[in-house]
């Protein structure tokens, strides 16, 4: 059954960045004939705010939305865990100013976008045995490509010369954000990945843990993120108004339907229905 999620951080008020992914999301699975899954990813509990949890469930059920099961990355580490002894990791303590050193050391490093970890822990000579280790997974040397069903684009990467040997578990034993996605999208049995372009990126990563976890590749669907008027992306931090100041405030949500969705089918009208949205979803996509 084609199945889709909205995967919210609580760590704060939902802003309309959030809301647009969110409804996009459920237009996507719904279009279908689909499950809609809300997951709680919450693991990083020091970042995590109690009333978060509410407020996005308010938030999404103001806007018309529903879905059909609700998890919390939290209550699942279990998953995780068992996921992580099937991969082959090593114990990385190095400091970040270690990492930091052997880069600028390693001749030749590719200078892309983010930098390359070079391997510095994957001596265990150069462990601190006084500090709590990272585990970090032996990454895979190959290209490794995904398409994307939003923009039609593919991003190939070797992970082994473009990323480097990524943390799966931090030394204070959360799990990474990637390992946890990889093994609840497919838990959960998500066929269908829907989420903001910054994720974009992420998606080799989760392609390869897929594939030495033998999990099937979702389809994936990198949505543009919403920018507020000086182009800058919206942002919690940024100060971007939230949704429950909207909600509370009486915004109406069938207009904040059509500016949050309506402009990417070319529709202006002010206000519109769930059902005239899955309509122009299922005839565009
Ligand atoms: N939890 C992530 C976020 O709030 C989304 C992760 C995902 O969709 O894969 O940005």
Redesign the pocket.
């Known amino acids: 059954m084609p199945t889709g999620?909205?995967?919210?951080?609580p760590t704060g008020e939902m802003h309309l960045g959030?809301l647009r992914?969110a409804l996009l999301a459920w237009l996507q699975a719904r279009s279908v004939g689909g499950r809609v899954i809300l997951?709680f990813?919450d693991l990083d509990t020091g970042r995590v705010r109690q009333p978060a949890y509410q407020s996005t469930r308010d938030d999404l059920h103001w806007l018309g939305l529903d879905w059909d099961a609700e998890y919390r990355q939290s209550e699942r580490l279990d998953l995780y865990a068992a996921a992580l002894e099937k991969l082959d990791t090593y114990p990385c303590a190095c400091t970040r100013s270690e990492i930091q050193a052997s880069i600028q050391a390693s001749v030749g490093a590719p200078h892309g976008p983010e930098a390359v970890y070079p391997g510095t822990c994957s001596d265990l000579k150069n462990r601190n045995p006084d500090r709590l280790a990272a585990l970090r997974w032996h990454v895979p040397d190959e290209r490794i490509c995904v398409s994307d069903h939003w923009t039609g684009e593919t991003l190939c990467q070797n992970l082994k010369s473009e990323v480097g040997d990524f943390v799966l578990r931090r030394g204070d034993g959360v799990y990474a954000?990637h390992l946890a996605?990889v093994v609840d999208?497919f838990e959960m049995g998500i066929t269908d990945?829907?989420?903001?372009a910054?994720?974009w990126t992420?998606a080799p990563r989760?392609a390869a843990l897929q594939q030495a976890l033998g999990y099937p590749t979702p389809a994936y669907w990198h949505v543009p993120l919403m920018q507020d008027f000086r182009g800058e992306r919206l942002a919690k931090r940024g100060g971007a108004p939230s949704v429950r100041a909207l909600r509370e405030g009486g915004a109406d949500p069938a207009v904040l339907r059509a500016e949050l969705a309506g402009s990417l089918y070319g529709k202006t009208g002010e206000r519109t229905s769930l059902d005239e949205l899955l309509e122009h979803f299922s005839q565009n996509s």
């Open positions: 999620r909205f995967a919210p951080s959030n992914t997951r990813e954000y996605v999208d990945v829907l989420r903001g910054d994720l992420a989760q």
